[in-house]
């Protein structure tokens, strides 16, 4: 018994903290488990796509917790947690206390009579180049609609249904192929063509007549 005060530091951006507790940490499983080799696989890399695929949660194979996926692709970095995409893609919301939460502190109270918090709302709105998806059980996904040529980082959460608790994956990165679109030559004709320093490449076809 007593009264125990934590200091929350976060090590990358601002964020939410959730925050669990146990007396029987050597049964509880609070967060879900990833396999020994949790490595993201790219199984296909192209201009506009790629295909990833990942090894199940011991949580659902091992345990029988049902557990559903969820992935990310942008251009910013890779995710730790799902706390960190939440923060990225919809801004810092600080979360609604639960009733009778705290101490009983007068402090503790606004002067509103809600939980005081110090965090504020800083929404960052939704950024561009980013693909947040929960796809269920699946164990394999495919994004679409990405650019030529450009690097993308890619996540994916095992998130435990009952407990909405979450574990990341190894993230990885991918570059996508540069998409060289062929320009036609014709015959008798002069074309000029004027090539990007940041693309660096051009093509051209010509129809040879037989």
Not at 119 to 128: A, I, V, W
Not at 145 to 154: A, M, S, V
Request: aromatic share 12%; proline share 7%.
């Amino acid at each position: 018994s007593g009264v125990y005060a934590l200091s929350i530091r976060a090590l990358e951006d601002d964020t939410c903290v959730q925050l669990y507790a146990t007396t029987t940490p050597s049964s509880d499983y609070p967060f879900p488990e990833v396999p020994q080799n949790d490595a993201i696989d790219i199984s296909f890399i192209g201009s506009d796509s790629i295909t990833m695929a990942w090894k199940p949660s011991p949580t659902d194979t091992v345990y029988g917790q049902p557990v559903e996926y969820c992935v990310l692709a942008n251009k910013l970095k890779n995710f730790k947690t799902l706390c960190g995409v939440d923060t990225y893609i919809n801004g810092l919301m600080p979360p609604t206390a639960p009733p009778n939460s705290g101490f009983g502190f007068t402090w503790e109270k606004d002067k509103d009579g809600g939980m005081r918090s110090e965090l504020e709302s800083t929404p960052l709105g939704s950024p561009k180049d980013n693909t947040y998806e929960c796809i269920g059980q699946k164990r394999s996904y495919t994004f679409h609609g990405l650019q030529p040529n450009e690097r993308y980082y890619f996540d994916v959460f095992a998130v435990e249904q009952s407990r909405n608790r979450s574990t990341a994956y190894q993230g990885t990165s991918v570059v996508t192929k540069f998409d060289l679109k062929s320009t036609l030559l014709k015959d008798g004709k002069v074309l000029q063509s004027f090539i990007k320093r940041s693309k660096g490449k051009k093509l051209f076809t010509f129809q040879v007549k037989q």
